[in-house]
């Protein structure tokens, strides 16, 4: 009877938490610090506050608040759907929503197992981020290359590795792909980290109290 009494409020903490925690990170996504012409922008950090609650409470409870986030992310991200075929429509809702947002849950991954907090943490977000990085640069290259000129990729491609301007076929794809998400992406993922680090190594005992 004790354990049961005692799961239940920590359960209801939890809920309202990650309902805090996953609206901040809404929010967050619409102030934006670049944003690019054919989707994709730095934000004020808006992976943080779905990464700090799986930190706090767990993995299982940190991928359910990522998979919310990543409804709320695709609902406000429709618009961007439109006009494509129902096949691009279904595997980007999946890559570029579902599931990218959904892994910033496993940014909880390492507490326990390293015990200094702010490297524990710092280290689940760049995994995390680099999680949602693979399935941005998925979805470009299977999805969104298609409709991209050969001309366009090969100057983005140009701009980052210079001596592979002249790839074509696929691999061009994969390499713009990696070129144009890691514009946004790779800015994204530092700042997060070292906000991530400076929050739990200032805030730690406060953000982890019981």
């Known amino acids: 009877m004790n354990n049961t009494s005692n799961t239940r409020p920590k359960n209801v903490e939890n809920l309202v938490l990650a309902g805090v925690l996953v609206a901040l990170g809404t929010a967050l996504s619409f102030v934006k610090v670049f944003d690019l012409p054919y989707g994709g922008s730095i934000t004020l950090c808006s992976m943080l ?3 700090l609650f799986s930190y706090r409470a767990g993995i299982k409870w940190g991928l359910g608040a990522g998979f919310t986030f990543s409804v709320l992310e695709l609902l406000f991200g429709l618009d961007a759907l439109k006009g494509i075929s129902g096949a691009t429509v279904a595997g980007s809702i999946f ?10 849950g496993l ?16 280290l689940g977000c760049l995994i995390a981020g680099l ?4 399935c941005s640069i998925l979805s470009g290259w299977l999805l969104w290359a298609q409709f991209m000129e050969v001309s366009y990729m090969r100057e983005i491609v140009a701009v980052f590795f210079p001596g592979l301007s002249t790839v074509s076929g696929p691999q061009l794809g994969m390499i713009y792909s990696t070129c144009y998400n890691g514009m946004y992406m790779i800015p994204e993922i530092l700042v997060t980290c070292i ?3 400076i929050a739990m190594q200032l805030l730690g005992r406060f953000i982890l109290k019981d």
């Open 195 to 197: 906000v991530a680090f």
């Open 95 to 104: 890559l570029d929503y579902l599931l990218a947002f959904t892994v910033l």
């Open 49 to 51: 506050p779905v990464m």
């Open 131 to 134: 999680l949602r990085y693979a």
């Open 107 to 122: 940014a909880g991954i390492f507490r326990g197992k390293i015990k200094h907090d702010p490297a524990a943490f710092t």
